[in-house]
């Protein structure tokens, strides 16, 4: 008994820890499939309008995702993409693309 109340106060504090961490790169993973028709599954596109994200600086990432969201930079594609992005999704797709190989 003693051990099953030992392991969820362990396991919420891993979710926890995880929810206020920095960026995490695989949840990042997760919600980049969108992304990956245009921009490739690594961010690597074989489309030349599209633009290579992978091994991009995360801070420009998340700064460019930002910029479409809040309308600071137009695209009427990237503008539909960003606007359902949190602080959090945009943190962890910056952290994916960026820890990718170009
Ligand atoms: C329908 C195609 C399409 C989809 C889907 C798409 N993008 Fe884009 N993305 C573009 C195009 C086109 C541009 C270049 C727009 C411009 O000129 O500003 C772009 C630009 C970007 C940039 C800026 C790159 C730079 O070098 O400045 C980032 C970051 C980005 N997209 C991330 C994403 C993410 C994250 C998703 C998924 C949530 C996504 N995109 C989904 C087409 C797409």
């Given at each position: 008994?003693?051990?099953?109340?030992?392991?969820?106060?362990g396991?919420?504090?891993?979710?926890?820890?995880?929810?206020t961490?920095?960026?995490?790169?695989?949840?990042?993973?997760?919600?980049?499939?969108?992304?990956?028709?245009?921009?490739?599954?690594?961010?690597?596109?074989?489309?030349?309008?599209?633009?290579?994200?992978?091994?991009?600086?995360?801070?420009?990432?998340?700064?460019?995702?930002?910029?479409?969201?809040?309308?600071?930079?137009?695209?009427?594609?990237?503008?539909?993409?960003?606007?359902?992005?949190?602080?959090?999704?945009?943190?962890?797709?910056?952290?994916?693309?960026?820890?990718?190989?170009?």
């Open positions: 008994m003693k051990k099953a109340i030992v392991c969820t106060v396991a919420l504090a891993v979710v926890f820890a995880s929810g961490m920095a960026a995490d790169a695989a949840l990042g993973k997760a919600k980049a499939a969108g992304c990956s028709g245009c921009h490739g599954l690594n961010g690597m596109s074989n489309n030349p309008m599209y633009p290579n994200l992978a091994g991009q600086k995360d801070a420009y990432l998340a700064k460019a995702l930002k910029d479409y969201r809040d309308g600071n930079r137009k695209d009427p594609m990237m503008e539909g993409m960003a606007k359902a992005l949190t602080d959090d999704d945009i943190a962890n797709i910056a952290a994916f693309y960026s820890s990718q190989k170009p």
